[in-house]
């Protein structure tokens, strides 16, 4: 697991100051209404759509990016990681471009960007990367297995219902203090992410939401009176293999064992004596 990195970075919302509105943050679609003939319909898809669309629709939406901007960029850097270029790539629910908009056309010939919204796909970042928007449904994906030599997907898939259920490696925590519970939910729902889960609450009473954010403060409160909020982020990236790449030698083809290898130091100190 990884750890969250030490580096700050601080946001903070126009018109405002001091800690009231400040984010401190530390390193082909279905028809409406219709649900998948699976085991497991947790979420409702149109709502997460009407969700996505309202949030972008918003007159700054770019506020409560920082989050998604944050994730797309560690993402951007996993892919720089990988020693090859992709003619063709595909970012699954990629919302405004959060992580094509970090990666270049010398790394990705070509981006194909889908997402549940149409209003994020038309509001989309600039980027120097040949892009195509395609309004899709991340549960009903138009395309032909073999088409993408990369796919990615930042905070996208966890409002999809049908998951693996084991997703507990290569995970990252961000983490974001918040002046109070309520600016948390202001936030999430400027992002488009409020609760969209078939048995959710339609409406919660004024006085357990103010029992809800004493609570929260009294138990998680930092010593300059923000509460945190955790993000667990899970990234996954694939790509298809490339004659550049070096192929993994055949299974019983290696020479030694790995009952070895705790000597190679003393082997390699050996042979510097040698010379």
């Known amino acids: 697991m990884m750890r969250p990195v030490g580096l700050w ?6 018109g405002t ?28 898809r149109d709502l997460k759509r009407k969700q996505k669309n309202w949030a972008a629709r918003q007159p700054e939406p770019m506020k409560f990016d920082y989050l998604k901007e944050e994730v797309g960029s560690r993402i951007a850097d996993r892919v720089y990681d990988i020693a090859r270029d992709f003619p063709l790539a595909l970012d699954i629910g990629s919302g405004r471009g959060y992580i094509a908009q970090h990666l270049n056309k010398e790394t990705v010939g070509k981006f194909f960007q889908t997402d549940i919204a149409e209003n ?4 989309s970042l ?39 259920r084991a997703l507990e490696q290569d995970t990252d925590e ?24 078939w048995n959710r609450k339609a409406l919660l009473h004024r006085d357990t939401m103010l029992a809800a954010a004493a609570v929260y403060r009294e138990m998680y409160r930092n010593e ?7 993000y667990q982020i899970y990234h996954m990236i694939g790509w298809k293999y490339h004659d550049s790449q070096a192929r993994p030698a055949e299974r019983g083809s290696a020479t030694v064992s790995f009952g070895e290898l705790g000597k190679l130091n003393n082997l390699m100190s050996q042979g510097k004596k040698s010379q």
């Open 120 to 123: 994020a796909l038309k509001n």
């Open 174 to 197: 961000i983490q974001v203090n918040y002046p109070g519970m309520f600016e948390l939910m202001e936030d999430l729902q400027g992002m488009g992410e409020s609760n969209c889960s």
């Open 126 to 164: 600039e980027t120097d990367i040949p892009s195509v928007s395609v309004l899709a449904d991340e549960e009903f994906l138009p395309f032909r297995e073999n088409t993408f030599d990369l796919v990615v997907s930042s905070l996208s898939l966890h409002w999809v219902n049908d998951l693996p």
């Open 17 to 44: 100051s001091g800690s009231a509105g400040c984010r401190k943050v530390a390193s082909v679609a279905p028809p409406p209404g219709s649900t998948l003939p699976r085991a497991l319909n947790i979420f409702d």
């Open 224 to 230: 300059d009176g923000s509460v945190p909020a955790t």
């Open 9 to 14: 970075r601080l946001w903070r919302r126009p």
